[in-house]
């Protein structure tokens, strides 16, 4: 097969392609260190004062341990109703497994404010509205395509010989699953993981339907304040939820490739 | 030997859920767009088209309805025109740039929609990082307009949903096979005839399916549009949000909300056929 | 060890039966091979006998047991798979000791038997090893004493060679019936290749369409098939339409050869299955009544395989050992050729 270079044209529109996709993020960086209220070029002396700001004040940290509650909350009974419901799918124990997979996957196809709106009429109509398990399960809705997707297509490439041999050597249905099957969808399952903390963590179009204003998630927190214009310890508080994600980013790069979700 | 009852066991708590907690708010939902409603006593007991016909019948609302649709056009045309030379300059690249591209691509696609957004009014922002620069360089004596208007709203979205097209394109570049392209180059085609010729129609099932999927999105989305739009430029997901917590008045809400979910609906299901289509045409 | 009984074993899926009513009995420390074509229905047996298949109807009993009931976890039977589905994520040592443990075996009995089991396929020193850091052969192996560790009362094999090549195929018989006359297991092997199960089995049960055609030793089924598909599918044979005529069977035009105990009445079409190394080819006959030319001359090293053009147009394949007399002949040569009538199957085809 002949290599193909990309062309010095085209080097150059991608460059400025990935700088364009990339600005905004870079920009929120920039401004939560810089010493003025707005951002300047070149920036005028740099200061760690928003981030005191963000970390000292009480309704920050109340929304982001709300976020990181609700996303770990969430991702957990994902993984664990997901991974069990993809098993039973994948192995076609039941009737009506394509119908049941769209509908899981649902979710993703209907705009996200339709589910905000409709959940909210829901709730409020049972006068569930404020519990924190509610936004869980919106949640868990939310993110079950992901971890459902990622465990079938880890269940897919599995052998399925090799649980079978783990049952006629003595393990019934449950410890040939535990022992042999599970430890070979981790990687698979810390993907869907990945992804669903990143989704849950970053939603609003849910979210901020069923909150009560005594509650609030860091990305609500950050959307409702802009109403009040551009301020630095957004950017700070920006900057946190970036670094936590390229964290997250980082550390899944040495499990699993991303591109199982595209 | 599985039973089904072991089946139905590990499944029941995913379908609860769904049934629970997706169905019957939507089902609800849509009855509900059938009720009449006033502000002081509810929901009434009649059913009626009112809130349909208030929707659709209105040139406030068909100005949001089309607006939005526009909006959804114009960001999907500009997410193909830059994502195409993208997803083309990762496919024709050595292997450690197709790596750090991608990474670059999605990188922005995780980080928070919020924070994107809020980036950008950093930039866009009146006396934003763009104004100050081409006031500085003297080239504008008074800052633009770049927000709170739909160029602000274009150039959001355009970013956000950019990675969702990069993503579907690559592939659907790399599906085609090298000697396909080769073929033809030996045939004494010109390099733009066998772009036009061979490159872009084997890969229009990706470019169906992204393009498709980055309307839905555009049409869709609430938080860009409010950020970078203001109160005040307003699309359909802006307006449901304000019908619930501001005017209250749900049921008008709920018909827009299912005047959108047709919409995306409709436009996906005759996206897949399309694609089924060309998919099934290719492989003959 | 014990013995394996299966009684009227039947497997339908809607309403084909894909196993029909199909009883076999493997004594203690017999090794049996269930031979057939792809989609003859022994598999499907195999995965019955195991527990990893609900049978339609009939009943398996191990050991006089009736375990047709029973979860494949606890009938205790070794199996070894044809994707050898070791564990990936667990060592060698792992592997063997999986069912073991599932046993209860702990501590320095654990460690023992392993060893003992990893010592049997000569792969001791690999214990540490993940799967994926061995050869198909040794994976092979690994999946073997995976399935003796536990000392299973009876080993079902589910062509566990087909993934080798050749030459490993043929280590690994030998290494295989070593270890099953040392350990004098109880085996059922299922295979589609008549070699492997000739040099492996001292019985074999063919198969065909769900349905036992023949059980018998080796040599019964090679020199004594009870059926037209028995011949047809054990050696290498020629297959032919005939009608008989006159008590003797028509192959073409004017070519007619006798056949014994040919009871078809005249005019019956018939098929006629002609092994190639029954064909004896003569030089010195150039005019036997049936004769032809060599049009190709096949060396494989053991064997010479000719193909023979009938003077009536019709091809004949025909192999002789190659240190024999006859394994030099020149393509071209005219030969007469000659078959035993016993052996030559004839069975009754419907007419075309």
């Not at chain 1, 849950?200 to 950050?222: A, C, E, G, H, M």
């Not at chain 2, 763009?130 to 008074?142: F, Q």
């Not at chain 3, 309403?15 to 049996?32: C, W, Y």
């Not at chain 3, 063997?96 to 599932?102: E, K, T």
Request: overall charge neutral; glycine content about 8%; charged content about 15%.
């Amino acid at each position: 097969m002949m290599a193909r270079h990309p062309s010095w044209l085209l080097t150059l529109a991608a460059i400025a392609i990935l700088l364009f996709m990339n600005a905004p993020t870079v920009v929120v960086v920039l401004a939560s260190f810089s010493a003025t209220e707005y951002l300047t070029i070149p920036p005028q002396g740099w200061t760690l004062d928003w981030f005191a700001e963000v970390l000292t004040d009480d309704g920050y940290l109340r929304a982001i341990s709300t976020s990181l509650l609700l996303a770990s909350c969430a991702t957990g009974l994902s993984l664990i109703l997901g991974t069990a419901a993809s098993y039973a799918l994948h192995h076609r124990m039941v009737r009506g497994v394509d119908a049941i997979l769209s509908l899981v996957m649902a979710p993703l196809v209907f705009p996200a404010v339709v589910i905000g709106v409709a959940l909210l009429q829901y709730v409020s109509l049972l006068g569930l509205r404020g519990h924190f398990i509610i936004l869980v399960l919106a949640h868990v809705l939310i993110t079950l395509p992901y971890v459902v997707r990622s465990a079938l297509s880890s269940l897919t490439g599995l052998n399925p010989q090799v649980e079978e041999a783990a049952r006629v050597l003595g393990a019934d249905g449950f410890t040939a699953f535990r022992l042999v099957t599970l430890p070979l969808l981790k990687p698979g399952l810390v993907a869907g993981g990945i992804f669903s903390f990143v989704t849950s963590l970053d939603n609003v179009p849910v979210t901020i339907f069923l909150l009560t204003p005594r509650q609030t998630t860091l990305p609500v927190k950050i959307f409702a304040s802009v109403e009040h214009g551009v301020d630095p310890s957004i950017a700070a508080a920006s900057t946190l939820m970036i670094a936590g994600t390229a964290i997250v980013l980082i550390l899944a790069q040495r499990w699993v490739s991303f591109s199982r979700f595209f | 030997m599985r039973a089904p009852s072991t089946g139905y066991g590990l499944l029941t708590p995913v379908l609860a859920l769904l049934v629970a907690g997706f169905l019957a708010p939507t089902a609800i939902m849509a009855l509900l767009s059938l009720r009449t409603y006033s502000g002081m006593q509810g929901f009434g007991d009649e059913w009626t088209l009112a809130n349909y016909i208030f929707v659709i019948g209105d040139p406030y609302y068909l100005l949001i309805i089309g607006r939005t649709l526009m909006l959804g056009l114009i960001v999907t045309a500009a997410c193909l025109l830059l994502g195409f030379p993208l997803a083309l300059f990762i496919q024709r690249s050595r292997p450690a740039v197709q790596t750090a591209a991608i990474l670059l691509v999605i990188f922005p696609l995780l980080c928070n929609i919020v924070v994107r957004s809020f980036g950008w009014m950093v930039l866009l922002a009146p006396r934003g990082l763009i104004n100050e620069a081409l006031m500085a360089a003297g080239l504008i004596a008074t800052p633009l307009d770049l927000m709170y208007n739909l160029t602000g709203v274009i150039i959001g979205l355009t970013q956000i949903f950019l990675p969702f097209m990069v993503l579907l394109l690559v592939p659907a570049l790399q599906n085609i096979p090298a000697d396909v392209e080769a073929a033809a180059f030996t045939l004494k085609s010109s390099r733009p005839r066998v772009f036009l010729t061979i490159t872009v129609p084997l890969a229009i099932p990706g470019i169906i399916t992204g393009s498709i999927l980055v309307f839905v999105l555009s049409i869709s989305a609430l938080v860009t549009p409010r950020m970078l739009g203001g109160p005040t430029y307003k699309v359909m997901a802006t307006q449901i949000y304000d019908e619930f917590m501001t005017n209250l008045d749900w049921p008008a809400g709920a018909a827009l909300a299912f005047v959108l979910t047709v919409i995306a609906l409709v436009l996906i299901w005759g996206a897949n056929r399309v694609a089924a289509h060309f998919t099934r045409g290719f492989s003959a | 060890m014990s013995s394996l009984a299966i009684r009227d074993l039947t497997k339908r899926y809607d309403d084909t039966a894909v196993v029909n009513a199909v009883s076999l009995d493997v004594t203690e420390g017999e090794f049996v091979s269930l031979l057939g074509p792809s989609g003859c229905g022994k598999t499907t047996i195999l995965r019955m006998i195991a527990g990893l298949l609900e049978p339609s109807s009939g009943s398996i009993l191990i050991g006089g047991e009736d375990v047709t009931r029973l979860p494949a976890n606890r009938r205790n039977i070794g199996l070894v798979f044809q994707s050898y589905a070791l564990f990936p994520h667990l060592t060698v040592f792992e592997n063997v000791a999986f069912g073991l443990r599932r046993q209860g075996v702990k501590g320095g009995d654990l460690g023992t038997r392993v060893t003992e089991a990893l010592a049997r396929v000569r792969l001791d020193a690999h214990a540490d090893r993940f799967p994926r850091q061995l050869s198909g052969g040794q994976q092979q192996r690994v999946a073997l004493a995976r399935s003796i560790a536990p000392h299973p009362s009876i080993l079902l094999f589910d062509e566990p060679l087909s993934n080798l090549d050749a030459q490993l195929r043929e280590e690994m018989q030998i290494e295989l019936k070593r270890l099953q006359a040392e350990l004098e297991l109880t085996s059922l092997f299922v295979t589609h290749d008549q070699h492997e199960a000739m040099s492996l089995s001292d019985r074999i049960c063919l198969l065909a369409g769900g349905d036992i055609q023949q059980v018998g030793t080796p040599e019964e089924v090679y020199f004594r098939p009870a059926n037209g598909f028995v011949a047809g599918f054990i050696g290498s044979p020629n297959k032919l339409s005939g009608t008989m005529r006159a008590g003797r069977v028509e192959i073409a035009e004017g070519v007619a050869l006798h056949a014994a105990g040919a009871g078809h009445g005249e005019g019956q079409p018939v098929s006629v299955t002609l092994r190639q190394e029954d064909i004896v080819l003569d030089p010195d006959a150039p005019d036997a009544p049936l004769s032809g030319r060599i049009a190709l001359r096949i060396f494989e090293g053991g064997a010479v395989q000719y193909l023979v053009k009938l003077d009536s147009g019709l091809e004949l394949l025909a192999r002789v050992r190659s240190r024999g007399p006859q394994a030099n002949m020149a393509e071209g040569t005219r030969v007469g050729l000659s078959v035993a009538p016993e052996h030559l199957y004839v069975a009754p085809r419907e007419a075309a």
